[in-house]
């Protein structure tokens, strides 16, 4: 079968840094599912897992983390999905990834794709909306359902125009909030708008004077997207006492949990590939809230958050779009569709 792979830790611009390679068609069993990948979408971990280093591979390594397809084959222990079923789903970081056009994955974190959606408007979404959900409902604990006490409540989401911040501003305003995303460009800021925020503020200016001018003196609740360094003190800034910080950027400097003391802010990661990693009893949790995405979806609530989309799947386009996330600047996702 077709898949793109590496062998070498390369800058973008060396050919071998991603190259197309025949290999065999993996075999579906116990809990896995052998997907035919239709569609899908390139995230910063991509880029984050390709970056050039000394490390050598003896077989080509497969990367990617969304995809959408159909199911080709189930193994002996699947009860949820069978033959046939059109999915979406992101899968296990420490497993082969997507760009292969047969993939393997364990079937208790795949949901069934939206109706309305092509396959390549649903690849944009898997990975950055369980991020989203986990970060929201699950680690910041807010009850989507309390619409009228959420609607008492302001969310500062770093990075808005992102891949992550693009789904997760309209889960925010589905939920009730009200949301200030941040932006630093005209065409951010109104993707931004468009997704629902209520307002924009700059990520490369104060925070706390921004808000001023806006009328708002703290907030509930921070979702970091991006610079969890950079953002740090800020944070710690404008969150109210009691409130709380999510982030899902990994620091590079020691950060100071100190600043967050006097406030009793409480702080906590996300990283949606804990579950599939560490084979929690709750795994099925990725199942069931890509189910509710999709329901979201065909309920016209969400929207796919596909902004750019290449065909064929193959080397040079998948090389193209880790160029371009690269350049930290890209807005919504980028999705490549179809093995030729
Ligand atoms: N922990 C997890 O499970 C998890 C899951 C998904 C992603 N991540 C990580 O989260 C980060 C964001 O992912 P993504 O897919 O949303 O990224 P992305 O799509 O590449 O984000 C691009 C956006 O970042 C904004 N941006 C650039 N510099 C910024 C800064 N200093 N502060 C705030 N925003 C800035 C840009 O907005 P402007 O053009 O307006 O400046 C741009 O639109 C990545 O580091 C990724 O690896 C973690």
């Known amino acids: 079968m077709k898949a793109i792979g590496l062998l070498d830790y390369l800058p973008i ?128 604990r807010i009850d989507p359902l309390k619409k009228e006490e959420n609607e008492l409540k302001t969310i500062l989401i770093i990075g808005g125009s992102g891949g992550v911040g693009s789904i997760a501003i309209q889960l925010a305003k589905w939920a009730g909030l009200h949301v200030i995303a941040t932006a630093s460009r005209p065409e951010t800021k109104s993707w931004a708008k468009d997704l629902g925020a209520d307002e924009t503020i700059d990520h490369h200016q ?14 509930d609740f921070i979702l970091c997207l991006n610079n969890t360094d950079q953002h740090w003190n800020s944070m710690a800034d404008v969150v109210k006492p009691q409130g709380k910080i999510c982030s899902i950027v990994e620091n590079d400097k020691p950060l100071d949990l100190n600043v967050l003391k006097s406030k009793s802010v ?39 958050t596909m902004n750019k989309r290449f065909n064929p799947i193959n080397a040079e386009n998948i090389r193209k779009a880790h160029r371009l996330i690269e350049s930290g600047s890209t807005i919504g996702k980028i999705v490549i569709e179809n093995f030729e």
């Open 13 to 140: 611009d060396n050919e071998r840094s991603l190259f197309d390679i025949d290999i065999p068609k993996p075999i579906a069993k116990g809990n896995d599912l052998l997907i035919e990948v239709k569609a899908i979408s390139i995230n910063p971990v991509d880029v984050k897992v390709r970056a050039p280093k000394e490390k050598k591979e003896e077989s080509p390594k497969v990367l990617g983390w969304d995809a959408s397809g159909v199911v080709v084959a189930a193994g002996e222990e699947c009860k949820i999905f069978k033959t046939g079923d059109e999915v979406y789903y992101s899968g296990s970081i420490t497993r082969p990834g997507t760009y292969s056009e047969y993939h393997l994955v364990d079937e208790r974190v795949v949901g069934n794709k939206p109706k309305s959606l092509t396959h390549g408007e649903s690849a944009a979404l898997p990975l950055t909306s369980i991020t989203a959900w986990e970060a929201l409902f699950e680690r910041l």
């Open 206 to 219: 104060s925070f706390k004077q921004q808000l001023k001018t806006i009328n708002t003196a703290e907030v």
């Open 266 to 304: 409480t702080f906590v990661w996300e990283f949606m590939f804990t579950r599939s990693m560490y084979n929690t009893a709750d795994m099925i949790e990725q199942h069931l809230l890509l189910n509710d995405i999709g329901e979201l979806i065909d309920a016209g609530i969400l929207r796919t």
